[in-house]
């Protein structure tokens, strides 16, 4: 561990991370700053989410977090990066998303008409910005090129990131601390292979996401609505597309998809388990990971531990692809805290519920108990 301190690794660092420093800073700051404005504005025009349903929350609560993210967002990719093309089309596109799933929050959008928007701007990102995979690099330096292939792959992608992180946001901070932990994730790789550009962009939504949390963590002020998940799936989706662009990297794209394994895989099975019960994809329920162990008796807030440390663990994984090693030992032990905090913060409260009735039959014991 001596040698991650060592002057040439600090030089390296400060070399490659604090770039992105600059716009996790302006991020975090300005999307703090907005939250009230949100908060305002969410009430003034009744975007707000009610109480009932799958909301556990007692009082009707602000749903315009998206905006008070992406301005931190803009922000900071404005003041500090290097503005062309691509980096103009997150700003963009993640600016888009935001404000046409308003429209959802505020009045609600058939399935087939959000999934429309969703594949739209999945189209602009890869057709109107060039923000496409156009290869995949495999071990030995083979590299394979999608051809045909390109915007098909890129649109199911941005399209698919968009979901994931929409189905993640089913429990207060839960979210928002995901996709921080992945964009650190992704700031770490990039910084690894020089890639400013994406740096900065990790940067500013690592920023505008820790930002949010301080409002959205549980018991949440405000939500960041499907505005706010849309915003932050494109954008990780599109800052993850850049990175490998412009370098062949052995499983470029493991980083930030062993980080965000666990929701990725819980999309999947959503998908799966309402096609398989002849319900619409979009249609919501209470089967998510999340809410599992919610049943199982962990509150919002350990939940939230629980992903963390989950991504941050698998997110380790993946930095070990781009010679950050040293890194999983520091994710290792922050993972153990994590979990122990978990664990203590039941045992003291003993807030170990009945178990649901799958685990029941599991566990041989009676389902009537």
């Known amino acids: 561990m001596s040698d991650f ?4 690794a600090l030089e ?17 700051s300005v999307s703090i700053a907005i939250v009230p404005v949100a908060l305002w504005l969410s009430r003034r025009f009744g975007v707000l989410a009610q109480p009932g349903g799958r ?8 749903l315009l977090g998206g905006l008070a993210m992406w301005a931190g967002f803009a922000a900071g990719t404005l003041l500090f990066a290097h503005l062309n093309l691509e980096t103009v089309g997150v700003l963009v596109v993640s600016g888009l998303a935001m404000a046409l799933l308003v429209i959802d929050d505020k009045r609600g959008m058939r399935p087939l008409v959000k999934l429309g928007v969703q594949v739209g701007l999945a189209l602009l990102a890869v057709v109107g910005f060039g923000i496409e ?5 495999l071990p030995g330096g083979h590299i394979v090129q999608l051809g045909l292939l390109v915007s098909p792959v890129s649109v199911f992608w941005l399209v698919g990131m968009q979901n994931t992180v929409n189905f993640l946001d089913g429990a207060d901070g ?6 921080a932990i992945v964009a650190l994730v992704l700031m770490l790789a990039a910084g690894q292979l ?20 301080l409002f959205n963590f549980p018991p949440a002020r405000i939500f960041m609505g499907d505005s706010g998940a849309h915003f932050l799936g494109i954008a990780l989706g599109m800052i993850s597309i850049v990175g490998i662009a412009k370098v062949a990297v052995a499983f470029a794209l493991a980083a930030p998809a062993l980080a965000l394994a666990l929701p990725i895989a819980d999309t ?5 388990r309402r096609g398989r019960q002849g319900r619409s994809v979009a249609a919501p ?3 998510h990971i999340h809410h599992r162990l919610q049943s199982f008796g962990l509150d919002a807030r350990q939940t939230c531990f629980v992903f963390y440390a989950a991504s941050a663990l698998l997110g380790g994984l993946g930095l070990t692809l781009f010679g950050h090693g040293r890194i999983l030992a520091v994710v290792l032990i922050a993972a153990a805290i994590l979990t122990s905090t978990v664990v203590a913060d039941l045992l003291q409260h003993g807030r170990w519920r009945v178990p649901a009735p799958w685990l029941r039959r599991l566990l041989g014991e009676p389902a009537s108990r």
């Open 5 to 8: 301190f060592s002057p040439a």
């Open 12 to 28: 390296s660092i400060s070399e490659h991370l604090l770039p992105g420093l600059w716009t996790l800073l302006v991020a975090l």
């Open 55 to 62: 909301h556990a929350h007692a009082n009707p609560t602000p």
């Open 133 to 137: 995979i156009k290869f995949f690099s």
């Open 174 to 179: 839960l979210a928002a601390g995901v996709v």
């Open 194 to 213: 020089g890639q400013l550009e994406v740096v900065q962009l990790s940067g500013a939504l690592a920023g505008c996401c820790a930002g949010f949390l």
């Open 268 to 272: 999947g099975w959503a998908i799966l």
């Open 285 to 287: 329920d209470t089967l």
